[in-house]
């Protein structure tokens, strides 16, 4: 800054300019709303992380029974009950984890199909006159 006959003259001001970040709007239906909304938050991994704790606690009663059939020795009700417990909590594990991969996947191929639609830019009420 200089000052000459008690005028100061001073660098030109610098001006910053920024723009609004592009917001997309996407148009999609009630029902694909639900469905993103309910993705990741449904019980299934939890359902499917207790089945194959269970399975795994029975474990041991499987095998212990698979090898008394292959010795040839009587069975006890209560060891097959523990066989038939081992087989519930594989198959609801099994199924639950299918289910809660396959929903997940559903999901984000419908927010991959959502983002890939044509996009139409609507303005923001800033920008309207």
Same mark, same amino acid.
Not at 36 to 46: E, I, N, P, T, V
């Given at each position: 800054?200089? @000052?000459?006959?008690?005028?100061?003259? #001073?660098?030109?001001?610098?001006?910053? @300019?920024? &723009?609004?970040?592009?917001?997309? $709007? &996407?148009?999609?239906? $009630?029902?694909?709303?639900?469905?993103?909304?309910?993705?990741?938050? $449904?019980?299934? !991994? $939890?359902?499917? *992380?207790?089945? /194959?704790? #269970?399975? *795994?606690? !029975?474990?041991?009663?499987?095998?212990?029974?698979? /090898?008394? @059939?292959?010795?040839?020795?009587? *069975?006890? #009700?209560?060891?097959? /009950?523990?066989? !038939?417990?081992?087989?519930? #909590?594989?198959?609801?594990?099994?199924?639950?984890?299918?289910?809660?991969? /396959?929903?997940?996947?559903?999901?984000?191929?419908?927010?991959?199909?959502?983002?890939?639609?044509? &996009?139409?830019?609507?303005?923001?009420?800033?920008?309207?006159?």
């Amino acid at each position: 800054m200089t @000052v000459e006959g008690g005028i100061s003259t #001073a660098a030109p001001p610098t001006h910053f @300019v920024t &723009h609004e970040t592009q917001v997309i $709007d &996407h148009w999609i239906s $009630d029902d694909q709303l639900m469905a993103l909304s309910r993705g990741g938050k $449904d019980k299934s !991994f $939890d359902v499917a *992380l207790a089945a /194959s704790g #269970a399975s *795994l606690g !029975f474990l041991q009663n499987f095998i212990t029974i698979v /090898s008394e @059939v292959s010795a040839s020795k009587a *069975l006890a #009700a209560a060891q097959l /009950s523990g066989a !038939f417990a081992f087989a519930i #909590a594989v198959t609801i594990a099994g199924f639950s984890f299918w289910s809660h991969f /396959s929903t997940k996947a559903n999901v984000d191929d419908l927010v991959n199909k959502i983002k890939s639609r044509t &996009h139409a830019r609507v303005p923001s009420p800033a920008t309207e006159g």
